[in-house]
T-cell receptor, first 114, second 113 residues
């Protein structure tokens, strides 16, 4: 079945440093979504990427979808303590038995030291 | 997201007991999902539903039963709880399709002793 691998599993940064998490799929994706989960909270949808090579920005967050639609990244510039949490990517398979279902990566737990 | 509520928020039970987790949404979204979250595994899909009376298995359905007699409710039942089912369970809904953005409830933290 479809696998979505996310790295790193943990990332500790000093406030003001940049942060990047990467997401790789074993199959071509029709779309990829990113979610943020604050400690003790629930996942909250951030953004969806659909097109090959697509780049979207939300303030200090930059999201990219690879040309082959098999990988994606989330980059945060100048992290703040409010960025703490777990960031998940979730991919939708473009075909095969997992078609039409979201598969979540394992998540990257971000800690920001003030 | 006040539109999707889960109950209870916390539950402790014993192995072999039947447990039902409730999920209610007020958006009239067609799609509803149940996930379990365990450290190192992210979110794994247990079951999902495309509409009332239509359900399908996800990645880890064994030991779970779902029903959807009404669009707004999607209960998840553990027929005979096992320790391996100790987890945080999230219900989610999606308006358009099963692979479109999902709205999550606050979760149920279930401990099985």
């Amino acid at each position: 079945g479809q696998q979505v691998m996310q790295i790193p599993q943990y990332q500790h940064v000093q406030e003001g440093e940049d942060f990047t998490t990467y997401c790789n799929s074993s199959t071509t994706l029709s779309n990829i979504q990113w979610y943020k989960q604050r400690p003790g909270g629930h996942p909250v949808f951030l953004i969806q990427l659909v097109k090959s090579g697509e780049v979207k920005k939300q303030k200090r967050l930059t999201f990219q979808f690879g040309e082959a639609k098999k990988n994606s990244s989330l980059h945060i510039t100048a992290t703040q303590t409010t960025d703490v949490g777990t960031y998940f990517c979730a991919g939708s398979n473009a075909g095969g038995t997992s078609y039409g279902k979201l598969t979540f990566g394992q998540g990257t737990i971000l800690t920001v030291h003030p | 997201d006040a539109g999707i509520t889960q109950s209870p928020r916390y539950k402790i039970t014993e192995t072999g007991r039947q447990v039902t987790l409730m999920c209610h949404q007020t958006w009239s979204h067609s799609y509803m999902f149940w996930y379990r979250q365990d450290l190192g595994h992210g979110l794994r899909l247990i079951y999902y539903s495309a509409a009332a009376d239509i359900t399908d298995k996800g990645e880890v359905p064994d030991g779970y039963v779902v029903s959807r007699s009404k669009t707004e409710n999607f209960p998840l039942t553990l027929e005979s709880a096992t320790r391996s089912q100790t987890s945080v369970y999230f219900c989610a809904s999606s308006e358009l399709d099963s692979d479109q953005p999902q709205h999550f409830g606050d979760g149920t933290r279930l401990s099985i002793l």
